[in-house]
Every structure is written in structure tokens, then in C-alpha cells.
């Protein structure tokens, strides 16, 4: 897994993305997406090419967005399938097989493991007997997981509100 100079530092999750648009929308918060892009960009954050599968199926916006970071999402390569095979194999339950769509949970894990990175997701950890969580796993491969929140103050980033007009048909681009 050679595609970073340097290995990442965080390993995003898709519902982390999904949330920031929510929460940050690219019209009103721009600088928060164009730092997260750089933050792609510069190999500083790193996310898997099953996220951009599940981000086909949720948002259209964030999609473009995320296509125009496409080198920072990382390949299902050989070393990526053993280690994602080997976290299956210690928690079987953290996909549902009944589920027709891929989930992109246990890549996300197995790239943080190969890379020595922090997983950044919004999922909180579940209780027994459900069905692990990401921050589950985390704990039980003693890897590291954050929010996003956490992952901008972590890298310096403070962003503030203000009072700006945008183009005419009420979207501004994200970067």
C-alpha cells in the first residue's frame, strides 16, 4: 500500500461526510469542505473506495465532491482485502449479510490497522448484544477513532460564521 507518500494520518468513514453536510452544507460552510479537501488532497486524511459506493447511493453533491478528491480514496488492494478478512474473522458482526449493499465499515478499519491511523466516524459505539460499531472495533484493535469535529481541531483548523451573499441560485461551490 505504497499510494501515500507518507501514510495518513486519519482514515474517514462515509457517515462522517454524510454528517458534515448536514451539519456544515457546502453552501454556507465552503472553507470547512475545502479544508477537508486539502486535507485529502495532501494525504493527511485518506478514505476507502467503498465510501465513494456508499456516497452513490446517498448524496449526488458530496459525491462531485468527493470525485474531485478521488486519489485520496484508497483501492481495495490485496494487503487492504487480508486485513479487512482478518477484522471480519474477529468480528463477524460488524456487516449484516442480510444487507444487499456493501458496507464500507470494515475497509475503513482494515486501512486505519495497515497505516497506523485514526478512524474518523460519527458512529457511536453499540451496546451488547448488537452488532459492533466502527468505535467497537476501534477499541477491540486498540485503534484510535474520532469524530471529525475532533479531527479539524486536532490539525488547527477553527472555523467561523459569517455574513456572506452567495450566487444567485443559492449554492456556493464546494472545494
Known sequence: ????????????????????????PPEMAGDVWEVLGRLLD???????????EELKVQEDRVLEWAMRHRGAFLPIDVDLQRET???????????????RKSSADPFVIAA????????????????PPARPKIPNVCQGLELECIRIVELFRREGYRFVLASETVDSDGRDDIG
Open 1 to 24: 500500500m505504497d499510494l501515500f507518500k507518507d501514510a495518513p494520518t486519519y482514515v474517514i468513514d462515509t457517515c462522517s461526510i454524510i454528517d458534515l453536510r448536514v451539519w456544515y
Open 42 to 52: 495532501n494525504g493527511v486524511v485518506a478514505s476507502v473506495e467503498e465510501v465513494l
Open 85 to 99: 478478512k482478518r477484522i471480519l474473522e474477529a468480528y463477524p458482526q460488524l456487516i449484516d449479510p442480510k444487507r
Open 112 to 127: 486505519a490497522q495497515l497505516y497506523g491511523a485514526t478512524v474518523v466516524t460519527e458512529e457511536k459505539p453499540s451496546r
